[in-house]
């Protein structure tokens, strides 16, 4: 039997995005390429475990928003804040699985590109995402701000959080998308590590919750 993709080769391994026989070579060609791969894909997850991580020269040092400064102090004090926004993000990918990396990566660039022009000059406009899945996603992260800000209200009678603040998580977490992701089109690697940062037992206990009850401040 032939490759289902390439049609030449000799198949060897079983594709569950297409269903299918494939050889090795398109297997690793094609892998979140052309390939909607599966999380629990064994042959993805040995690819994993060998990948390199990705060079700086393949990373647009623009969208890392280097003039942003983010200090060990700010992780420290800010640390529910960004478990919040990484639980959006989270909540947003298990919603929808069809977000990549990519998408992740291009809904925090707009909201940090929004967040900086707040700062900068205090206008408040947001530049429009390209997919009702980014824009979901940008949603839940703009929510969780909100909750985030109403529990502060409701715990110490007023909201301490500034933009300035959120732009940095979102910088954060921008960063740490960049690099944990292949890079490749259809790459979930970071969506990967979102699900483990909140496991589905645990994230269905907290969505369960309260919104106000679910972000524990200092």
Request: charged fraction near 30%; proline fraction near 5%.
């Amino acid at each position: 039997m032939s490759c289902a993709i390439c049609e030449i080769r000799k198949e060897k391994r079983f594709c569950p995005a297409v269903h299918g026989r494939i050889c090795p070579q398109c297997c690793g060609e094609q892998r979140e390429v052309t390939l909607d791969c599966p999380l629990d894909c064994p042959y993805l997850l040995q690819a994993r475990e060998h990948e390199k991580p990705r060079a700086s020269d393949q990373i647009d040092p623009a969208g890392l928003f280097l003039q942003v400064e983010i200090s060990d102090q700010f992780m420290y004090e800010k640390e529910h804040l960004i478990m919040g926004l990484t639980y959006a993000l989270a909540k947003a990918a298990r919603a929808d699985r069809s977000l990549h990396d990519q998408d992740v990566i291009s809904t925090l660039s707009m909201l940090a590109t929004s967040y900086q022009r707040r700062v900068n000059s205090g206008l408040h406009y947001e530049q429009p995402l390209t997919s009702d899945s980014r824009r979901r996603a940008a949603a839940e992260v703009e929510n969780m701000v909100k909750e985030y800000r109403e529990a502060e209200q409701k715990h110490v009678g007023y909201s301490s959080l500034k933009d300035s603040d959120v732009l940095k998580a979102l910088v954060f977490l921008l960063r740490l998308a960049h690099g944990r992701t292949s890079g490749r089109p259809k790459s979930r690697a970071f969506v990967e590590f979102l699900f483990s940062q909140f496991p589905e037992k645990e994230a269905a206990v907290v969505a369960s919750q309260e919104a106000g009850s679910r972000i524990i401040l200092p």
